[in-house]
């Protein structure tokens, strides 16, 4: 069964720093990963997503996440935050290939406060 | 403009009394699904659809019932709520083939 782990629940960073959000996954078969981002009171929306290609992906807002298959990780990351990056961001897998209902497993979150 | 429409956005209700979050999309998706977000716990699929008259349980089911009747429709049935029901509820739909999810705003439940 395929598993996410985000270990750290909470990054605070001053605005303007490099950040780094981590997440690890556990699957049987090839994968779908992605990124979401949940601003306050408000629904999840895709940050970005690696389906196949190149490891490097590229999202919205500035964030781009690297899939390492041998670490089995997709850490998030963005050169400089802004304030408004404030928000809570999910990780999340898809077994790809399997045929059928493709199950997302979310993670438990991480929230990164973005310090004036 | 590609939306999932959940209502209502806040509730309130009492033990007991049955209630029904509507979920709505109009992007023609086959797969619908819904989640409640508790703090630490992330989001939790209760239910998921892959198509009309075809639901099935996901992590979190008891308690709750679904139908998909139409294609562009999934409510959440509550049939006696009970306290630990207290949480977000998210809606979403996606297409097949590892496209990403579409979310609704949310649902806010306190069971008293």
């Known amino acids: 069964a395929q598993s996410v782990t985000q270990l750290d629940s909470q990054v605070p960073v001053f605005e303007e720093a490099p950040v780094e959000l981590r997440c690890n996954y556990s699957s049987s078969v090839s994968v779908y990963l992605f990124w979401y981002v949940q601003y306050p009171n408000q629904g999840l929306q895709l940050l970005l997503k690696y389906l196949s290609g190149s490891t490097l992906v590229k999202g919205i807002n500035g964030f781009e996440a690297e899939f390492n298959k041998s670490q089995t990780s997709f850490h998030l990351r963005k050169p400089s935050v802004h304030i408004s990056d404030t928000a809570e961001y999910f990780c999340?897998?898809?077994?790809?290939?399997?045929?059928?209902?493709?199950?997302?497993?979310f993670g438990t979150g991480t929230k990164l406060q973005v310090i004036p | 403009e590609a939306q999932v429409t959940q209502n209502p956005r806040y509730l309130i209700t009492v033990t007991g009394k049955k209630l029904t979050v509507t979920c709505s999309q109009n992007m023609n998706h086959e797969y619908m699904s819904w989640y409640r977000q508790d703090p630490g716990l992330g989001l939790r699929q209760i239910y998921y659809?892959?198509?009309?008259?075809?639901?099935d349980k996901g992590d979190v089911p008891e308690g709750y019932k679904v139908s998909r009747k139409e294609k562009r429709n999934f409510p959440l049935i509550l049939e006696s709520p009970s306290p630990n029901q207290t949480s977000l509820y998210f809606c979403?739909?996606?297409?097949?083939?590892?496209?990403?999810?579409?979310f609704g705003q949310g649902t806010r439940l306190t069971v008293v």
């Open positions: 999340a897998v898809s077994e790809g290939n399997s045929g059928g209902y493709q199950k997302v497993t």
């Open positions: 979403a739909s996606s297409a097949p083939g590892g496209t990403e999810a579409f």
């Open positions: 659809s892959m198509n009309v008259e075809v639901t």
